[in-house]
């Protein structure tokens, strides 16, 4: 999928930093059309993501790659907390950045989709395996208020739809600001964890 006129290029892992605390922030980097995000998981552990414009027809080659986002994170300053502790015991996967958001209801007969399937956004968030896992225990509830399965699933999509879409806007609205070299992820981010403090 093409975003903003441009494919994006994906790396992501998972880094464990036993000297480093995490605040209850993301931190965030940009260097030409490098984007580079570190998103706390636990007091010191995170996610790390590196967005690239790239061909359409690119693909990373795995045996490389760990290697190549090394090297890609070693030219940003400041980010030897993360360069020092990457390891190859937490591989670096790559995808094409793509967006999927369904507008219609998620369910049709006795079908029922979540996570990526109704709502992929980009990783600028750490927040897919969270909106899929919420999903999850929505559609539990709402099968067990409920003795129609239809009923069922029309209010879990009323109640998971705006929160998770609000969530994937915001994801998307960084990576869009960033390509421009536009201001105001900082915001974003900090409206998308009042989000998430929100009941639902």
């Known amino acids: 999928l093409i975003l903003w006129g441009q494919s994006l290029g994906a790396w992501r892992f998972y880094i ?3 000297d480093f605390t995490f605040e209850d922030a993301t931190l965030m980097y940009r260097s ?6 570190v998103v706390p998981l636990a007091e010191h552990a995170g996610y790390v993501f590196v967005l690239q414009p790239c061909t359409s027809d690119y693909w990373d080659i795995k045996d490389t790659r760990f290697d190549r986002v090394k ?11 993360v360069t ?15 967006q999927v958001a369904v507008q219609e209801p998620w369910y049709k007969g006795r079908v ?10 980009a990783p600028t968030l750490a927040q897919g395996a969270a909106m899929a896992i919420e999903d999850a225990i929505v559609l539990a509830e709402e099968l067990k208020n409920h003795d ?12 998971r739809a705006p ?6 806007n915001l994801s998307s609205e960084i ?15 900090g409206e998308c964890y009042a989000v998430l403090r929100e009941g639902y």
């Open 16 to 18: 464990e930093l036993p």
């Open 32 to 37: 030409g059309d490098t984007q580079i995000g």
């Open 71 to 81: 090297e890609i994170l070693s030219g940003f300053p400041g980010l030897d907390f």
């Open 84 to 98: 020092k502790h990457m390891s190859k015991e937490h591989p670096v996967m790559f995808n094409k950045l793509e």
């Open 112 to 121: 029922v989709i979540g996570g990526d399937a109704a709502h992929a956004g």
């Open 148 to 159: 129609d399965i239809e009923t069922a699933f029309h209010a879990y999509y009323e109640r």
């Open 163 to 168: 929160r998770a879409l609000k969530v994937q």
């Open 175 to 189: 990576v869009r600001r960033g390509l421009k070299g536009e201001p105001g992820a900082e915001e974003l981010i």
